[in-house]
């Protein structure tokens, strides 16, 4: 069996929250006990609704924030507690791409010098000062090296989300996260990026953690999935088996909720709003919004158990029709 080139286990994450008078201070379980891998090359779509944990969760196994409890492994080595300074040669093999290219691109660099200065940071710029590679990089994600000298603002936001891909690529990682990287974008342009991220994976076996709330763009770019609610891991299984016949009513619901999906799951829309992440229900997190649920389902947290080869579900009952 392929070892994980990212492998996270029993990862938490609370923001404390802020003291008011004297009430007890209490946090928000942005994520909680969530097991993850990630195989090298391979492509796992993170969805849920908002707030559900996504962002915290990529955050985390990139070490960009430090984890509340758990472990992350990254190519074999254990970088739960590293420094910043051992974490340093090791971003380079780990890189995030965000949903606002423009508030990751300095507004009065030029495009080619951004790209040129993480290759410089990271000593791959060559006598040149990385100049010809930046030019290399922007033709390849489909602009030309002669928009080097240009400004982001003279861009449009589908071109700057290809400046900032050129630019986490430059370096060559292994691991790629992308938060919600096409969710900023007029549809008409999202399908370019994501051909050109499906592209440049095939190119480079570049693995991804790609997050996004929008079920059919993880459709279209992920090998497996993992449902996030409240922080927790509802379900996780191959892309197909999530999409055609999910088996956690929470994701069943989403794909019920989801725009042009008249499909066959006759769920019931998600009645209310999602609970507090500072004060979650007791047992399934997701009881107070599942139609199925049992007086059971308050008592424990339900863990993740395998319903097929590679397919695991958070859920008690057994005995759905979803
Ligand atoms: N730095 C922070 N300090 C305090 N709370 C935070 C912080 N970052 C995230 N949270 C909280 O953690 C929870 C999870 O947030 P997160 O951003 O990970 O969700 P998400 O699934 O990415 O949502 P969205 O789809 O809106 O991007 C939310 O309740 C959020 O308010
Ligand atoms: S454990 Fe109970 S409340 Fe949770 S999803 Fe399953 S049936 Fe619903
Ligand atoms: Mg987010």
Redesign the pocket.
Not at 28 to 31: D, G, K, L, S, T
Not at 49 to 59: A, D, F, N, Q, V
């Given at each position: 069996m392929t070892a994980p080139l990212l492998e996270a286990t029993r990862l938490v994450?609370h923001?404390?929250?802020p003291r008011h008078g004297l009430s007890r201070r209490g946090a928000?379980?942005?994520?909680e006990e969530v097991d993850l891998a990630v195989l090298p090359g391979e492509v796992l779509g993170?969805v849920?609704?908002?707030?559900?944990?996504?962002?915290?969760?990529?955050?985390l196994v990139l070490r960009l924030?430090d984890p509340t409890a758990g472990r992350i492994v990254f190519e074999g080595q254990d970088i739960t507690a590293l420094s910043r300074g051992a974490l340093r040669p090791l971003r380079r093999r780990m890189q995030m791409v965000f949903?606002d290219p423009y508030a990751s691109l300095n507004p009065r660099r030029p495009v080619g010098e951004a790209i040129a200065e993480v290759l410089r940071l990271h000593g791959l710029a060559g006598h040149d000062g990385g100049t010809v590679r930046a030019r290399e990089l922007l033709a390849h994600v489909g602009l030309s090296g002669d928009d080097y000298p240009r400004l982001p603002r003279s861009f449009s936001g589908g071109q700057r989300q290809r400046i900032a891909i050129a630019r986490a690529l430059a370096v060559e990682p292994k691991l790629l996260v992308a938060?919600?990287p096409v969710s900023a974008l007029d549809v008409s342009v999202q399908a370019g990026i994501l051909t050109l991220l499906r592209q440049l994976r095939a190119e480079f076996g570049l693995a991804m953690l790609f997050?996004s709330?929008d079920l059919s763009v993880v459709e279209a770019m992920a090998d497996r999935v993992m449902v996030?609610y409240l922080?927790r891991v509802m379900e996780v299984g191959p892309v197909r088996a999530i999409f055609t016949a999910p088996r956690h009513p929470y994701t069943a619901a989403l794909l019920s909720a989801a725009p042009g999906r008249a499909l066959a799951h006759r769920m019931p829309p998600l009645a209310g709003e999602i609970p507090?992440?500072?004060d979650p229900p007791s047992g399934c997190v997701f009881r107070t919004r599942c139609p199925f649920a049992l007086p059971a389902c308050a008592e424990t947290v339900p863990q993740l158990r395998a319903i097929a080869p590679g397919h695991s579900k958070a859920c008690i009952r057994d005995d759905l029709s979803l």
């Open positions: 994450k923001f404390p929250l928000v379980r942005a994520v993170l849920g609704e908002s707030g559900s944990g996504k962002s915290t969760l990529g955050r924030i949903q938060d919600e997050i709330h996030l922080g507090s992440p500072a």
